[in-house]
């Protein structure tokens, strides 16, 4: 081979430069830096759309990323939780932590936990949090009054709306006076129970009208468990106190009790270690399974026999199928799966516990990830709300809001408004596919560092709009996305792209407005599951939008000739008028323009090169005059 011949440099991967973004966690905006180097550097198409297809995995993956790091910061905190009351011996403080995590999860303004005193055969507040009246901390209430009373009663879950204008319980004029002294109105029990017996009320309350979703309900039920739980732990310790002090034969007794305790507290923290770490509902029953040295799964509520989990779920443990163990995994009311250990019917007391254990850290795992995943999307809707409404005016605290939920307001946006056009059965489907089409516009609003929010029978979103994209491709990308993903069709009708949100709240109403004006026009011609703009429809765009946008639309339609004109110095635009007045007829054209008519048959055919083949249809027709019009309108010293 010869000196002189120069080896071609390798041809660089184009997913190179992504995986260097990555691997240094850069922003967003780096991404589009080498589909620009590379257009800059007038590279072939072919490379750059291998660069575009290599920055949309890369996004992809660092949106997983963004999205695992969220969840793990999620679920330590609920785990580090779960940690702590593993490690808790007091009672007072056991109680304590499980009232102060409920009303941190639940987000109340007061959390409170009532015991049962059977010497004095009435029920007392044992901890509050939250609280503001002494009246209210020092309440004893009889037996079966009250909301307590009811849920004592019952042993079910109750939540009143509207504390003073229910008439489902006993109302008294203490109890009724110490809500009132505190300004309580929503007020959620669930009971606590050990074996068969209440002892007492898990409750959460706010001091304004709320709806209690079943999810909350069951996050408390979670708590009332592990509030029973620590005090049947409690009862443990003290009964065995009590015996070493009055009987030293019972000594093997104590150390034997002391181990279970010891034991099922160290199973308990293995296995919040091990949620700590990122494990999940199969981790912890593989973890279970080396612990109880068999074969541990978790099924889902179907999949379990399911006599062996009622009886289990009836009486609160786990209860034996032939060879097998059922312990349900269960929260408040809801169950939500079984773990099942397989093929060890001589289960002792100890390992019994350690599997009931560990079928509660699951249900919490699964309760967590469920919360969090509606409490963000609360809080995005939340925050769309109060711009659709500007009730929120301060711009430093609407960007303070946005930025905790990885949005930008002062950001280029588009605002969506969604609905379904599919047929449904009854009220009861219907309701369902509008929840299926909330969640999937939520989820969408996430990974789209945008806001969802649910309204007028449909879905809001408020989405930015990225480097070359239209209104018009957001929604119908959208479209297509929300219809694939509820399987329905979803019709989307968009705004014009809005900017300054912070500054001006007002702005997303207006828009949101325009974009449900679209989506009415699509229905109406018939283009049901279809996404478009107002610029998408022509002159009628001009009645649609927002905000009259006249040069917009001339430009769109008779731009071409205008720019033509200018640079050329033709009368491409006085053609058209002229030919359009004569009734579209070239011969009186050129009398009235003094040509000759192959000049206006020249000028014509230029103008249909510039404007389309279909310049003269009908429709475009309209179009066109009514743009020359507005044209002569906004510059009458035009000839």
Known sequence: MSRDHVQPAPRRSPEVPYLELLARD?????????????RAEG???????????????????????????????ELSALFETAHDLAGLRDLDAVLRAIVQRARSLLGTDVAYLTLNDPAHGDTYMRVTEGSVSARFQQLRLGLGEGLGGLVAQTTRPYVTDDYFEDARFQHTRTIDAGVRDEGLVAILGVPLVLGPHVIGVLFAADRRARVFEREQIALLGSFAALAAAAIDTANLLTETRAALAGLESANEIIRDRSAVIERASDVHDRLAELVLRGGGVHDVAAAVSEVLDGTVEFTDTGAAPAEALETARAAGHAARHGRDWIAPVAAGGEVLGALVLRGHPGLDPVDQRTLERAAMVTSLLLLARRSAAEAEQRVRGELLDDLLDARDRDPRLLRERAARLHADLDATHVVLAARLDGPAADADEEAAARRRLWAAASHLAATRQGLAAARDGGTVLLLPLGAGDSATEVARRTARHLGRTVRQPVTVGASAPVTGLAAQPETVAGAYAEGRRCLDALRLLGRAGDGAAAEDFGFLGLLLAGERDVPGFVERTVGPIVAYDERRGTELLRTVDAFFSCGMSPARTKDTLHVHVNTVAQRLERVGRLLGADWQTPARALEIQLALRLHRLAAPDRR
């Open 43 to 73: 590279r072939p198409a072919a490379r750059i759309a291998e660069l575009e297809q290599a920055r949309a995995h890369a996004l992809r993956v660092r949106a997983e990323l963004e999205g695992r790091r969220r969840r793990e910061a």
């Open 26 to 38: 850069a922003s967003v905006e780096a991404y589009e830096q080498p589909v620009l180097l590379a």
